[in-house]
Nanobody, 122 residues
Framework: QVQLVESGGGLVQAGGSLRLSCAAS????????LGWFRQAPDKEREFVAV????????LYADSVKGRFTISRDIAKNTMYLLMASLKPEDTAVYYC???????????????WGQGTQVTVSS
């Protein structure tokens, strides 16, 4: 089992920045990929970014490329999502998740956090 706990969500004005954290515990492994997904009201949960724990390889959704940066601190077992130039359409509940492969599909992720709300006002 892997436990994931997100933090750092909140309310921010358009154009602002926010950093989300995802603390991992339990049977974590360097073979895991940790990803961020988001879900807005009445919308499907969508991929945002993913990082492979051991190699630092990353993937981003086109909608956030150039604005969001995913990173991890191995010593702290924590993943981060630095979100800049935020837009109202970035408003959603953001979830971190763990998968055994680097993937953009939510169906390949076995473990999920409880989510953290991000609201961007115009």
């Amino acid at each position: 089992q892997v436990q994931l706990v997100e933090s750092g969500g909140g309310l921010v004005q358009a154009g602002g920045s926010l950093r989300l954290s995802c603390a991992a515990s339990g049977r974590t492994s360097s073979r895991y990929a940790l990803g961020w997904f988001r879900q807005a009201p009445d919308k499907e949960r969508e991929f945002v970014a993913v990082i492979y724990w051991s190699s630092d390889s990353t993937l981003y959704a086109d909608s956030v490329k150039g604005r969001f940066t995913i990173s991890r601190d191995i010593a702290k077992n924590t993943m981060y999502l630095l979100m800049a130039s935020l837009k109202p359409e970035d408003t959603a509940v953001y979830y971190c998740a763990a998968s055994r492969e680097i993937s953009t599909s939510r169906y390949t992720y076995d473990y999920w956090g409880q989510g953290t709300q991000v609201t961007v006002s115009s």
